[in-house]
């Protein structure tokens, strides 16, 4: 299989055929083995039965995956790559905002040696005050924080070379983060202007709320990413830093009270200094239980600490 295309369903029994209509027209003069693994969101709507319909007529290209009720986007999205088998994955949306046409010419970017090809809606046609300009503050500060560089973090259709995406595991609103995690294992990253079209049928799931739920998704992310194996270096660099902060208070009230007779208790400094110093004490000993927690993480799951982009004259696994 070359070519895995996933997109979560939820609530788009209008936009399916459409869907549908767009993902032939692109895919059958490429001439490649493909797929397209239909997640079903728990729709409340007709969505599966016409989901259904179209997978007995095709049963060689359409798969579909109906969840039990609403898990979100980020769930329905880590089904589709728990079973898709294309070496190359493509996201995207159900409900036609994402061009199916943009999708060959980010194979073509993926084929000049590109391991993620990231979509941006340049020109992108939802609600302007509750998801255009939060969205814009939100890519900022995650392109700010994590170091990729990406205008639309939020645009589902990017396409994937699988290896890049072995390994991870999707939570909350995570997908949008995918790229974060891809370049922290050295993927080469790009972008492409993708098309963006106004919802026809249906409505969106989404508000304002949504921008919220990513900010606070960063900060697992960023520290996923950055401390993961070296969880002591963040609660140990911040324990340490309150510890000095502490020294440096009480050295100044002993100094005080040696040259100008100044009482070292009576001050506020000094239960200021002492708090300081137990908190930054226990940051360390946090730091420690945090550096046990991690072994077990990797050994548990012998997975390595590192990740390989080739091998040259070598082809046993290491653990076996
Ligand atoms: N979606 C989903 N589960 C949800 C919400 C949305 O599978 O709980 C799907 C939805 O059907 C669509 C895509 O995720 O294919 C993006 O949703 P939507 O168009 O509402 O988001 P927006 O384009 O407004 O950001
Ligand atoms: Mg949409």
Known sequence: MNLSLIVPVYNEQDNLPLLFEAIYKVMTPLNQAWEVILVDDGSQDKSLSVLQKYAQTDSSHIRVISFRRNFGQTAAI??????????????????????????????????????????????????????NFPSMIANWIISRVTGVHLHDYGCTLKAYRRDVLEGFRLYGEMHRFIPVYASSVGAKITEMQVNHYPRRFGKTKYGLERTAKVVLDLFTVKFLVAFSSKPIYLFGGTGGALMIASTIMMAYLFFRRLFFFVSVTGSPLFQVSAMLFTLGFQSMLMGLIAELLVRTYHESQRKPTYTVRTMINLDQDPRD
């Open 78 to 131: 880590a089904a589709g790559l728990d079973y898709a088998q294309g070496a190359t994955i493509v996201l995207l949306d159900a409900d036609m905002q994402n061009d199916p046409a943009d999708i060959p010419m980010m194979l073509a970017k993926l084929d000049e040696g590109y391991d993620l090809v990231s979509g941006w809606r340049k020109s992108r046609k939802d609600n302007a005050i509750t998801r």
